[in-house]
């Protein structure tokens, strides 16, 4: 089992930034698969961003924060990041964090979540 608890949304204008944080922890924390999803009102629950667990060069973005946000791991904390910058209104969602996927799954489908954090970029 691995528990994950996300932290650092909030509310930030157009064009912000802001990093958010995911904390792994059980047995198996520290060699699991991580990454973002996230979902908007009324929207699906898409990916954003996925790290292997063995290879920091081994990472998936969705085509829409391509080149604005960037995932990490740091093994010796068992945490992830998602640093997101020049965020858009269109950003606005609750971000999980999930974990427990194979990086070759199209889509991924996480074996655990995170309960989420809101993101909210006003305009």
């Known amino acids: 089992q691995v528990q994950l608890v996300e932290s650092g949304g909030g509310l930030v204008q157009s064009g912000g930034s802001l990093r958010l944080s995911c904390a792994a922890s059980?047995?198996?924390?520290?060699?699991?698969?991580m990454a973002w999803f996230r979902q908007a009102p009324g929207k699906e629950r898409e990916p954003v961003a996925a790290?292997?667990?063995?290879?920091?060069?081994?990472?998936y973005y969705a085509h829409s924060v391509k080149g604005r946000f960037t995932i990490s791991r740091d093994n010796a904390k068992n945490t992830a990041y998602l640093q997101m910058n020049s965020l858009k209104p269109e950003d606005t969602a609750v971000y999980y964090c999930?974990?427990?996927?194979?990086?070759?799954?199209?889509?991924?489908?996480?074996?655990?979540w995170g309960q989420g954090t809101q993101v909210t970029v006003s305009s």
């Open positions: 999930a974990a427990g996927f194979s990086m070759g799954d199209s889509p991924p489908v996480p074996k655990y």
């Open positions: 059980g047995r198996t924390a520290s060699v699991v698969n």
């Open positions: 790290i292997a667990a063995w290879s920091a060069d081994s990472t």
